[in-house]
């Protein structure tokens, strides 16, 4: 993990099914690209909500 990122929950939805997934990033763009780089163009991202620290 690098300085300074943080963990963001990602909602997307694939083949009619929303789902979620925890992306740790820097940013929630880096958040977005690192779920595209995994997942593909296919899912449809629908949020990025950075996750309460607990």
Not at 30 to 40: D, F, H, I, S, V
Not at 44 to 51: F, L, P, T, Y
């Amino acid at each position: 993990m690098r300085c300074g990122e943080q963990c963001f929950i990602v909602t997307y939805e694939i083949a009619g099914e929303q789902k979620s997934a925890p992306i740790t990033a820097g940013t929630p763009a880096e958040a977005r690209k690192k779920l595209r780089r995994t997942m593909g163009a296919e899912p449809d991202i629908i949020a990025v909500r950075r996750e309460k620290a607990k």
